[in-house]
């Protein structure tokens, strides 16, 4: 039995999308174009139960998972940088929960800049991400996150409260600075993948201010 069979037909509620299918080359190219991956299969998480299931069902086949939040990887993080892995997709994970009397948002690792910005700010927020929509705030977050509010607030991933963790053995874990501290802070400096699969966010938000400057300095 192909792992993707095996999981199509029996676990996951997300679809599985496999190498012959005619909507496969297209999801695994992303910004880098110079060089690509094919994976195994694609499987597309809706939630926590989903992961779970996945990464289950990986490690008694004795297979690769990789966790991918946007796919907006020049280095291929996303398809691992190899082929014949399984790509364990969060893109449906991406519910964006705000609590503004809390200053928290819990936001989905499937997530873009781009909606998360913009749900955040129509709530009068913002945290100090990056620059380009299309990123997945998964892999940015855990990667550390720099942008122009950086030196104020510091980089995405130190405005991180809390996070969801699905463990190698497909165990969920809540981990923060008391909880499941040093899983907590190895996430925060270059867990992409590593430690765990990332599927939501406990932010600190920060209220947006009325005005923004910013400058650009070309040398020729």
Do not use: W
Request: charged fraction near 15%; charge should be neutral.
């Amino acid at each position: 039995m192909y792992l993707a069979d095996f999981i199509s037909f029996k676990f996951l509620e997300g679809p599985v999308i496999y190498p012959n299918d005619t909507l496969f080359p297209s999801l695994i190219i992303d910004q880098n174009i110079r060089v690509n991956y094919t994976p195994t299969v694609l499987v597309y998480a809706i939630d926590n139960k989903d992961v779970q299931k996945a990464v289950k069902c990986v490690v008694e086949l004795k297979r690769d998972i990789v966790p991918r939040s946007g796919g907006h990887s020049y280095e291929k993080y996303g398809l691992s940088g190899r082929d014949n892995v399984f790509v364990l997709d969060l893109t449906f994970v991406n519910s964006i929960t705000i609590n503004s009397e809390m200053k928290t948002a819990k936001i989905g690792a499937g997530n873009r800049l781009g909606n998360v910005y913009n749900q955040l700010n129509q709530a009068g927020f913002l945290i100090p991400a990056g620059l380009c929509p299309s990123v997945g705030i998964g892999g940015h977050a855990l990667g550390g996150g720099f942008g122009y509010y950086s030196r104020k607030y510091g980089l995405a991933c130190n405005n991180i409260i809390s996070m969801e963790v699905v463990d190698g053995k497909g165990n969920i874990l809540h981990v923060d600075s008391n909880t499941n501290s040093d899983l907590y802070f190895a996430l925060k400096g270059a867990g992409g993948g590593s430690y765990g699969i990332v599927t939501y966010f406990v932010f600190r938000i920060h209220p947006t201010p009325p005005q923004v400057t910013y400058m650009e300095l070309a040398f020729n």
